[in-house]
């Protein structure tokens, strides 16, 4: 069926199905709890009446208790846009396997969740300010086409996660779920980007993807170490001292991604690419609360 | 503070050249990371911590640079002058052999002594009394213990000479000035150490190529076969260029290799003449010794062969040009005062008749030695090879079956293995030469130095060598009813008046040809030849330069330096194995 996903894998991830905390709001309607009250059947609070409030609202009840007029608010049901924002950046080519790989199966895991419950699921692969999109589509059908997509993509590049999540937010009217999954290591910071997220009203997850041999470098002499995405330099002796450094700098930066996207209420979540992506969606993104089965 | 040896600061050349391989050095490895956000961070954070981390980045060199700092400085010996070293009678030895004339040491090693004995003079405690003694090869008394200004002026009038140093007999001379109640400070300023003074050495380096001996004689044909020993006492190879001359003219000249220490005979057949002049056209420390001269028409006496006589030995002698070669077999007086020179072949005497005689295993009676038996295969273990009848004569594996056993009570044993081999014994009007094994049951006569060892003998015992001075030697000549003469050597013209019937001149300090005119216009030629320093006892090959360390006087303050040029390279280690210890390990999930 697809070279990302097995069937086995596939045949588990069809007894899931996401959990967003937070109600969304969408323009059509779906199996999804909106923040919006209109045309539901499930009964939600009174408010009192308005001049243009439609009086087939009113409930004429409690108007005969009261002498008050009260419109009954009911919940609608709506769809959720699931967006999976992959970073397609350079820095994405690293690990075994490579960083985007993992992100395109995870993506690719999510996404065959979302559909299978009926949601509307888009993907962008983030390239330098821009993103290559796939417009959100709803039904297990599209699945298909959702791997395919993912699997023509390469990392390429550089990002600059800010602008490029700017531009998507502003061409995409519907909200809803944006699950970002990227290294964060951008030099021009992750901050902004997650903050145009959140004011963009999306719900947000962060998957923060990351290869063994940056969380523990290997390296030893004199070296000069060249960025993948923007090809500039930077000459190290790589000694104990410099080591203990990097790994320090490394803990405050996972520091404060974690901070960040609390502080703003974000969900987060590390992972490296030798964790199988079966297992953080089954075991890691369960535990933490992602995702949960969908008898239960 | 002075520097003994500031050519060492041209190793301070090093440190541009350190820094350009620094510059230079193995290319970084390049390695594409996926972001160089945390790196950068990293190095910031680090710097941020440590302010001093930007200079630790380049700290390796800068401690490699004041590494070559201290050793240039180590090597060129700082010295502290010592304030007031003196305060009794102070006696200034200073050596005035051909080696004090190097120039290892600038402006060269006598004048710095010289500079250093008077910086010491200057500084002694006022009233004390200072005597300056010039060792040359017999010490001269250049200033007896007085004040320091007549100390001072002897100081400056003093000058080396090409010739050797008796240091010992100067020390002695020193410790006789010694006045009773009066303490006695003996310093002595000299290229080697002594004990028994308090030494001041002056001298870096032997870096000098030599000519060490050249002889001439007259060839049966007409010419003249030049030996030539030449000397590398530098460290490292050297390329000579060997010139031979004769009366001026050039006759030979060749390009003589020889590894560090070596030594080397060159021989040569040139045109007859009067003067024999062998130069090495090379830029060294001591250029005295580059040039050396010989007498080439040196007639030899005649010789009257007593005995059997082996046929090498009469093949010897019809090989030099001997005036008159008699031969007899027995030890007749009336022969023998008619030869002025006796070989006595295995031959017993009842005694020694007066004259000079080359006694070849035979032993009479009359001489100061005795004789008691024989030594089988005796080993020649030491020989003088600067002795005049072993000039060029190699003892080397000399096989000798047997010898007389002999024990002499004076003259001069200049060959010996388990006892005397080689024997010379000279008292007035009778010089003899003994050699106490059968020369036809050795090899010696097989060598090709065996004819140049009977031409020595003959020379030897025909007192010829008076025509040859060693440097810093007087000539005394019989002046033959002269009164007057001139002499003209490398130092200029002196006239010497006659007294006695002997011509005497003061110590001759210059190596070279003198020629002495008398008043009738007839000439005399003679030749003074440079102090050479003497070989190992043994026929090995010379040792290496002897360089020797200050040992007192002042304070040399090189070995601060060293201790630094230690804690830099200890630090530049620590310093490399702090920066490449292993980084941390373990991932962060």
């Not at chain 1, 993907?123 to 589509?137: D, K, Q």
């Not at chain 2, 200033?143 to 400056?156: D, F, H, M, T, V």
Request: glycine share 8%; aromatic share 6%.
């Amino acid at each position: 069926m697809s070279t990302l996903l097995d069937r086995e894998f596939l045949r588990d991830l069809e007894q899931l199905t996401l959990l967003v905390r937070r109600r969304v709001r969408s323009s059509t309607s779906g199996e999804r709890r909106s923040i919006r009250y209109g045309q539901g059947v499930e009964f939600a609070d009174y408010r009192p009446y308005q001049v243009g409030d439609d009086y087939r609202s009113v409930d004429w009840n409690v108007y005969a208790r009261l002498d008050r007029l009260f419109v009954k608010l009911t919940t609608t049901e709506e769809d959720l846009d699931i967006h999976l924002l992959l970073d397609g950046s350079g820095s994405m080519r690293f690990g075994s396997p490579s960083k985007l790989d993992y992100a395109k199966q995870l993506g690719a895991a999510l996404g065959y969740i979302a559909l299978l419950r009926f949601e509307r699921v888009g993907v962008a692969v983030l390239h330098g300010r821009t993103c290559r999109l796939l417009p959100p589509r709803r039904g297990r059908q599209h699945a298909l086409t959702l791997f395919s997509f993912l699997e023509e993509e390469r990392a390429e590049g550089l990002t600059t996660l800010g602008q490029a999540l700017a531009e998507y937010a502003a061409h995409t009217s519907r909200r809803g779920v944006a699950i970002l999954l990227s290294d964060l290591l951008d030099p021009a910071g992750y901050e902004e980007a997650l903050k145009r997220l959140r004011y963009g009203r999306f719900e947000t997850f962060v998957v923060h993807i990351l290869s063994e041999e940056e969380l523990t470098p290997n390296l030893r002499g004199e070296l000069r170490l060249v960025d993948a995405e923007t090809g500039s330099t930077l000459e190290v002796t790589a000694t104990g001292e410099i080591l203990q450094a990097f790994a320090r700098t490394r803990d405050q930066f996972f520091e404060s991604c974690q901070r960040f996207c609390f502080r703003h209420g974000i969900e987060y979540l590390r992972t490296t690419t030798s964790v199988p992506v079966r297992d953080l969606v089954l075991r890691y993104m369960r535990a933490a609360g992602l995702v949960r089965g969908w008898r239960s | 503070m002075a520097l003994l040896n500031p050519q060492a600061l041209w190793w301070l050349l090093a440190i541009p050249l350190l820094v350009l391989l620094y510059l230079l050095r193995a290319r970084r490895r390049e390695l594409t990371v996926p972001s160089l956000v945390l790196w950068q961070r990293a190095l910031r954070d680090l710097q941020l911590r440590t302010p001093a981390r930007r200079l630790e980045r380049n700290l390796l060199l800068v401690l490699q640079i004041l590494a070559v700092c201290s050793a240039a400085l180590a090597l060129a010996r700082p010295h502290l002058p010592a304030p007031s070293l003196a305060s009794g009678d102070l006696v200034i030895v200073l050596d005035g052999s051909i080696r004090m004339q190097s120039l290892d040491v600038r402006p060269s090693r006598f004048e710095a002594a010289r500079r250093a004995a008077e910086d010491l003079i200057a500084h002694t405690t006022p009233g004390s009394s200072a005597a300056v003694i010039l060792a040359a090869r017999t010490p001269r008394l250049l200033a007896p213990l007085g004040g320091k200004s007549e100390a001072l002026q002897a100081l400056r009038r003093a000058a080396p000479t090409d010739g050797g140093a008796d240091l010992t007999g100067a020390l002695r001379l020193a410790q006789a000035l010694r006045r009773p109640g009066h303490a006695l400070d003996v310093h002595l300023f000299s290229h080697r150490a002594l004990p028994g003074a308090i030494s001041h050495v002056f001298a870096v380096r032997t870096e000098n190529a030599a000519i060490a001996d050249l002889l001439a004689f007259p060839q049966p044909h007409g010419g003249l076969r030049a030996l030539v020993r030449v000397r590398n006492e530098s460290s490292h190879r050297m390329r000579l260029p060997l010139r031979l001359s004769v009366d001026g003219q050039e006759a030979f000249r060749v390009q003589v290799g020889l590894e560090a220490h070596g030594e080397r005979v060159v021989t040569a057949t040139v045109p007859p003449g009067e003067v024999v002049e062998a130069t090495i056209d090379v830029s060294d420390d001591l250029p005295t010794d580059n040039r050396r001269a010989a007498l080439g028409l040196q007639a030899l006496p005649p010789v009257l062969l007593v005995g059997g006589g082996s046929s090498f030995l009469l093949d010897a002698l019809r090989v030099l040009p001997i005036p008159r070669l008699g031969r007899s077999t027995r030890v007749d007086p009336v022969t023998w005062s008619a030869y002025e020179v006796v070989i006595v072949d295995r031959t017993p005497l009842p005694g020694l008749p007066p004259g000079n005689a080359l006694l070849i295993g035979t032993v009479p009676e009359g001489l100061p030695v005795s004789h008691s038996g024989t030594v089988r295969r005796p080993v020649v273990l030491r020989w003088q090879r600067t002795h005049p009848v072993l000039r060029f004569v190699d003892l080397t594996d000399l096989q000798i079956p047997e010898a007389l056993r002999v024990e002499p009570h004076d003259g001069e044993v200049f060959a010996e293995g388990e006892g005397p081999l080689l024997w010379a014994y000279e008292a007035p009007a009778r010089r003899v030469i003994l050699v106490t094994f059968d020369l036809t049951r050795s090899d010696f006569p097989l060598r090709p130095s065996f004819p140049v060892f009977v031409y020595n003998a003959l020379r030897w015992l025909a007192g010829e060598q008076s025509k040859v001075l060693a440097a810093g030697e007087p000539l005394v000549l019989p002046a033959g009813g002269h009164r007057l003469a001139w002499v003209t050597g490398p130092a200029g013209t002196f006239r010497i008046e006659t007294s006695g019937g002997i011509l005497s001149t003061p110590p001759l300090d210059r190596a070279g040809v003198y020629r002495i005119r008398w008043e009738n216009g007839s000439v005399r030629t003679f030749v003074v030849h440079p102090a050479s320093e003497d070989p190992p006892p043994t026929g090995s090959a010379p040792g290496p330069p002897r360089i020797q360390e200050r040992s007192v006087g002042g304070r040399e303050v090189s070995r601060v330096f060293l201790w630094t040029l230690l804690a830099l390279l200890l630090g530049e280690w620590v310093l490399y194995v702090r920066q490449h210890a292993p980084g941390p390990r373990g991932a962060v999930r």
